[in-house]
């Protein structure tokens, strides 16, 4: 029986977009695109038994890694209609054209308060070409 609070993963789609909020700091998000459907792997053999014998399944999703932007959830460029404060574990984002907004915002840098630009994750995963467009 699949939880409730689970039921939305298995509702994203090639091409939808993923938003982490609070991390990997507080106040910080980390949005990708998605580039297939959730999903899990054959699993490996394990010592212990679980539910499903002794096999332990992977879950994934599979992402871009090119369309990785991390930001600060109150930088001047996100939209205030793209709600970044969250109430739920998973909640959708209801206003998608503006968050496509904010991600163009931020892309270009079209407000500056924020002279440092995208920074964390990107700098941790030098062996990725990202391309802020």
């Known amino acids: 029986m699949i939880e409730l609070r689970l039921l939305s993963l298995l509702q994203i789609k090639n091409g939808a977009w993923i938003v982490h909020v609070n991390s990997p700091y507080y106040g910080h998000c980390i949005a990708v ?3 297939g459907e959730y999903g899990f792997d054959a699993g490996i053999s ?3 038994q679980t539910e499903m014998g002794s096999l332990d399944f992977n879950n994934y999703i599979p992402v871009n890694p090119a369309t990785i932007v991390e930001f600060e959830r109150n930088d001047p460029n996100v939209l205030p209609s793209f709600n970044l404060s969250p109430r739920r574990r998973i909640q959708r984002v209801l ?7 904010s991600l163009d ?3 270009s840098g079209k407000n500056t308060a924020y002279a440092e630009g995208l920074r964390g ?3 941790k995963l030098p062996s990725l070409q990202f391309t802020y467009i």
């Open 33 to 35: 695109q998605a580039t």
């Open 121 to 123: 994750l990107a700098d």
């Open 95 to 101: 206003a998608a054209s503006d968050f496509l907004e």
């Open 105 to 107: 915002n931020l892309r």
């Open 46 to 48: 394990v010592s212990w």
